[in-house]
């Protein structure tokens, strides 16, 4: 069985003037419609890292908005979609005390147990509300780890 995939990544949405964004974006979703209508279709598609610029809410919705327009230019559905958060998925003003001050293992086993309160996962609260938002009856994102299962 063979399978067929488009990767993208660094989409870095944020507020401002998105003129330079947006003719790239068109242009990579007029691409993708026009490989599809010509015999080169793509099976699933990996946007992995960096959809927002700060990982901030708001960020997020011409995300939604490019990514529907990327799977209708595909010919898929989203289930065939899968996200990856990256760097700049991460809201660094969440969190803001929690800095590099594991020194040990021992030190940093106990942060990461999976009993121990994962504060670190502040950070993606945004990134996750709109990820379980989008994908509303198909995945979603966990909430406590990174790690998951491409469902």
């Known amino acids: 069985m063979k399978a067929t995939w488009l ?8 507020g401002g003037d998105p003129y330079d964004r947006d003719v790239v974006l068109r242009a990579l979703v007029k691409s993708v419609r026009y490989f599809r209508e010509n015999g080169r ?15 901030r ?14 799977l209708e230019a595909a010919g898929l559905e989203r289930c065939h979609l899968f996200l990856v958060p ?11 005390g929690l800095t590099r001050t594991l020194a040990t293992r021992e030190e940093a086993d106990a942060y990461f147990a999976p009993e121990a309160p994962h504060y670190h996962m502040l950070k993606l609260h945004d990134f996750r509300e709109w990820y ?8 979603g994102a966990r909430e406590d780890s ?4 491409a469902e």
């Open 57 to 70: 809410d708001k960020e997020y919705n011409p995300a939604t908005k490019f990514f529907d327009d990327l």
């Open 146 to 149: 990174t790690c998951g299962v």
């Open 132 to 139: 379980n938002d989008y994908f509303k009856g198909t995945r």
């Open 86 to 96: 990256g760097n700049h998925d991460v809201d660094r003003t969440k969190g803001a």
């Open 41 to 55: 279709k793509a099976d699933l598609v990996f946007a992995t890292g960096d959809v927002a610029y700060h990982g």
């Open 7 to 14: 990767h993208v990544s660094d989409f870095h949405f944020r």
